[in-house]
């Protein structure tokens, strides 16, 4: 692929961003919903708060292997980047699709998300809902088109608010004189089949609700230091993630027992009302509002790094590397702005959405692959940052991922058999844009 000195990524990105991006990227409304429809499941404490931990572990492991990763191969785009160096073009063609599509839906839900909540708090502007949310679409587009660096402040600034709501929430659950933590547990027969079931389905919500924990190596090659800075902020961002998120489920818990929050639609709610009387559900609104606007910020400037890194290798339109004076990849950009208003329009991005995570896990399963395939193959490649542990850390990710793809697949098999379509389809459009880049 041709690629001009005008089409290249400005290294303009630091620390504080990486740690922001991941920590926006990361944190949504999930948490404030995932707890009550997990509660549902589980029904049990410390099977609930056991299940977030082995989230917890295993993106801290996965961010292991990353920081190897990215590191040793700082491009724009993430992990197909890895997944194509260590197996070939059509892997990296339909890792880097099925993360486009992961990361280009966000935007979308997460603008149709914001204007709920703003009617909620100016109940006037029900009737406004879709323009609401093409209107925060059409801001931070406009934001972003005006250059890396402003994207770049207001992340680390909405990182920060979202942070300081999180923490001051916990705060006032543990200060809350509730229930004693015995009548939280509940005898439940660990082994059984509903329980398993219940137990992979709560993993996928919870994996669902770490998405995003890799979200600083989409901007390795706009990194000032990638070599220092990505594994600073791939596990300083994804430990201040894991404790916020034990923290919370404990607090929730703490102010009311599971059987109390089950099936929740908005479990942060609930326990608000209990804390904070009638003001609560306003409280959880704002908080909810600015960890919306934080984490549209971040899948703003995420799907654009993919789409360019995909057009760079051919995989995408040769117009999609063009830079614009501030760094944004501008046309990747705004393809990416119009798929989120096409969705915004009609509505039906949530069926995409739904399978987000299981496309996501496929991703990383390829990427931990990726890993162990460079070592063999070359072994000589610079590595800036050796994942520690290796191989048996990576072995362990690995086989970890292996087995929620198979309990994703036997828990969730209507997404398990849109992904196998998908799949399908993606080869001729490899071959038919393959032979396109040959003709040039």
Not at 180 to 204: C, R
Not at 374 to 392: A, D, Q, T, V
Request: with cysteine; glycine share 8%.
């Amino acid at each position: 692929m041709k690629n001009s000195k005008n089409n290249q990524l400005k290294k303009s990105l630091g620390l504080s961003f990486g740690i922001a991006v991941l920590i926006g990227g990361t944190i949504g409304v999930g948490i404030l919903r995932t707890p009550g429809a997990i509660a549902g499941m589980l029904d049990n404490y410390w099977l609930i708060i056991t299940c977030w931990i082995f989230g917890g572990l295993y993106i801290l492991i996965g961010a292991n292997s990353y920081a190897e990763l990215a590191t040793m191969l700082p491009k724009a785009g993430g992990s197909y980047n890895y997944i194509k160096r260590a197996f070939g073009d059509y892997a990296g063609f339909i890792s880097g699709w099925f993360d486009y599509i992961t990361n280009a839906i966000p935007p979308a839900f997460y603008c149709i998300v914001i204007s709920e909540y703003s009617v909620i708090l100016f109940p006037s502007l029900e009737s406004y809902n879709t323009i609401i949310a093409i209107a925060f679409l059409i801001a931070f587009t406009f934001l972003h088109v005006s250059g890396v660096k402003n994207g770049s402040f207001i992340q680390q600034l909405t990182s920060v608010i979202k942070v300081v709501f999180f923490v001051a929430l916990i705060v006032a659950c543990f200060m809350y004189s509730g229930l004693k933590l015995n009548s939280f547990e509940k005898d439940t027969p660990l082994l059984e089949m509903g329980v398993l079931f219940g137990f992979f389905k709560s993993l996928q919500l919870i994996i669902g609700t770490y998405d995003g924990w890799y979200s600083v190596c989409f901007f390795a090659e706009e990194d000032k230091n990638p070599s220092k800075n990505i594994p600073k902020s791939l596990y300083t961002g994804a430990i201040i993630v894991i404790v916020l998120y034990v923290l919370l489920n404990m607090a929730f818990f703490h102010v009311l027992p599971v059987a109390s929050l089950a099936n929740s639609p908005l479990a942060a709610a609930d326990v608000a009302k209990v804390v904070f009387g009638n003001n609560g559900a306003i409280i959880v609104t704002v908080i909810a509002v600015f960890s919306l606007i934080s984490i549209l910020n971040a899948y703003m400037m995420i799907p654009a790094r993919i789409l360019f890194g995909l057009s760079r290798d051919g995989f995408f339109i040769n117009k999609g590397t063009a830079i614009n004076k501030g760094g944004t990849p501008i046309v990747s950009l705004l393809v990416s702005s119009l798929f989120s208003l096409f969705l915004i329009v009609i509505g039906s991005f949530e069926v995409l959405f739904s399978f987000g995570t299981f496309m996501s896990v496929i991703v990383w399963g390829l990427a931990y692959c990726s890993l162990i395939k460079l070592r063999n193959k070359e072994p000589n490649l610079p590595r800036p940052y050796r994942s520690w542990g290796y191989p048996w850390s990576t072995l362990f990710v690995i086989v970890a991922t292996l087995a929620l793809l198979i309990g994703f697949a036997y828990s969730d098999r209507k997404n398990f058999v849109i992904i196998l379509i998908i799949t399908l389809l993606s080869y001729p459009a490899f071959l038919f844009l393959n032979r396109n880049n040959k003709k040039e």
